[in-house]
């Protein structure tokens, strides 16, 4: 298994959907994750961190983080075309002694139709 | 406060060149990481460096090299360059190690296409 994955995608929605966005980790990964979005020919942009269970929400978004089913979601509400990305779930992996590196999952490309 | 700079923005080499790639952290951050993305492969942990020391390394050849100076500036090289290394550097910024909570913060990349 890998420390994260990203497994749904490409994914396509109305304008003015819910668009959920998923990640699952493995036991390697600390404790904290990261959402990062990441416009076509742009390098990714921080948009959510969580690092406790339940539910963070900022604007439309929402992360939700379920440390026992080892899944983190993100949640974006009234989605807009401008939404249109891909999506990158991330999280510390300790890599050796106590070093740790950030691991970014595969990606989620979404789409928000007009 | 300004974000992070990467220079060149493009860069073409051809294949047994080397490349140097600089990265301007943040303001007061001192850690600096380097990757690597690629459509195949995505985005790959190249090191960290923080107090000029490289403090990680990701599974990468030998001909990936880095370091950082006192303003915690960062320059990455690659020597013996292959057509595989033909990529988006992304440097990124942090206030401190990578830890549980510390965010880093993207530049916007150099793109490498070695021919």
């Known amino acids: 298994q890998k420390e994260v994955e990203q497994n749904s995608g490409p994914l396509s929605v109305p304008e003015g959907a819910i668009a959920s966005l998923n990640c699952t980790y493995s036991d390697r990964v600390s404790q904290s994750f990261f959402w990062y979005r990441q416009y076509s020919g742009k390098s990714p942009e921080l948009i959510m961190s969580?690092?406790?269970?339940g539910d963070k929400e900022d604007g439309r978004f929402t992360a939700q983080l379920n440390k026992a089913s080892q899944y983190v979601s993100l949640l974006i509400r009234d989605s807009q075309p401008s939404d249109s990305a891909t999506y990158l779930c991330a999280a510390p992996v300790i890599s050796s002694g106590s070093a740790r590196q950030l691991t970014f999952g595969s990606g989620t490309q979404l789409t928000v139709l007009p | 406060k300004a974000g992070v700079t990467q220079t060149p923005r493009y860069l073409i080499k051809t294949r047994g060149q080397q490349v140097t790639l600089s990265c301007s952290p943040i303001?007061?951050?001192?850690?600096v990481s380097w990757y690597q993305q690629t459509p195949g492969q995505g985005l790959q942990f190249l090191f960290e460096?923080?107090?000029?020391?490289?403090?990680n390394k990701g599974n990468f050849p030998g001909r990936f090299s880095g370091r950082q100076f006192s303003n915690s500036r960062s320059e990455m090289n690659v020597s013996t360059l292959e057509l595989g290394d033909s990529a988006l550097y992304l440097c990124?910024?942090?206030?401190?190690?990578?830890?549980?909570?510390?965010?880093?913060?993207f530049g916007p990349g150099t793109r490498l296409t070695v021919l």
């Open positions: 303001s007061g951050h001192r850690s």
């Open positions: 990124a910024s942090s206030p401190g190690l990578l830890t549980s909570y510390n965010e880093q913060f």
């Open positions: 460096y923080f107090s000029e020391t490289q403090r």
């Open positions: 969580i690092y406790s269970n």
